[in-house]
């Protein structure tokens, strides 16, 4: 099956200490990889996406995420985490006609 | 100007009564989709439109139907609501059906009371 997995719900971390965000896609399909970053009562915002190449991609507001085909995960990381950070993230999987969204991981950035 | 359009943004009504939820993007894109994110924050998607063709429907109850007029429009109507109908209904669009982003609209929320 088609999915997209967010081990973790919540994600706490301190400003200026770096993050994590958490992602496993499943490899039915060789989907493409995103993430998605959703701020409240707003929709979604693309942060960035892994087609083919470089494993390490980088994307909007210092975000950046690694592909590792092995592992079948699609990690979103910031060296350097900013209050403003705070939000609900998205990984998402492009499966050709489909395209399936992880279950969200809120993080808070502590200040 | 607003890439993805989506109105009303927020829609209060009883059990039982119809409404309908417009989308339109103004981003020259051939695909569309709605999506529905429930209290839990969890989205599902819902419809996909491709140049005004059905290309995805998933498992949802026939009392939502998705109007596709031309493809830069793509309205959703919902018959007999129920109050588990209540949630975020989000429109997107993306170019074909590759690997290019998602972009979507702000949202519509639907309180069925």
């Known amino acids: 099956a088609q999915s997209v997995a967010q081990p973790e719900d919540q994600v706490n971390v301190a400003e200026g200490n770096p993050l994590t965000v958490k992602c496993t896609y499943s490899v039915s399909g060789n989907p493409y990889l995103f993430w998605y970053v959703q701020y409240p009562n707003r929709g979604l915002q693309f942060l960035l996406k892994?087609?083919?190449?470089?494993?390490l991609v980088k994307g909007s507001y210092g975000f950046e995420a690694e592909f590792n085909k092995s592992q079948t995960s699609f990690h979103l990381k910031k060296p350097s985490a900013l209050v403003s950070d705070s939000a609900l993230y998205f990984c998402?999987?492009?499966?050709?006609?489909?395209?399936?969204f992880g279950p969200g991981t809120r993080l808070s950035v502590l200040p | 100007d607003t890439a993805v359009s989506q109105t009303p943004k927020y829609l209060v009504t009883q059990m039982g009564n119809d409404k309908s939820i417009k989308c339109e993007q103004n981003?020259?894109?051939?695909?569309m989709y709605w999506y529905k994110q429930d209290s839990k924050k969890f989205l599902k998607i819902m419809f996909s439109y491709n140049n005004k063709e059905l290309i995805i429907n998933e498992t949802v109850p026939n009392r939502f139907s998705p109007k596709s007029p031309d493809k830069a429009h793509l309205n959703l109507h919902i018959n007999s609501l129920e109050l588990g109908d209540s949630a975020v209904y989000f429109c997107?669009?993306?170019?074909?059906?590759?690997?290019?982003?998602?972009?979507f609209g702000e949202g519509s929320r639907l309180t069925v009371l």
């Open positions: 981003l020259g894109h051939d695909t």
């Open positions: 998402g999987g492009n499966y050709g006609q489909n395209f399936v």
């Open positions: 892994y087609i083919t190449g470089d494993n």
């Open positions: 997107a669009s993306s170019q074909g059906r590759g690997p290019g982003e998602l972009f």
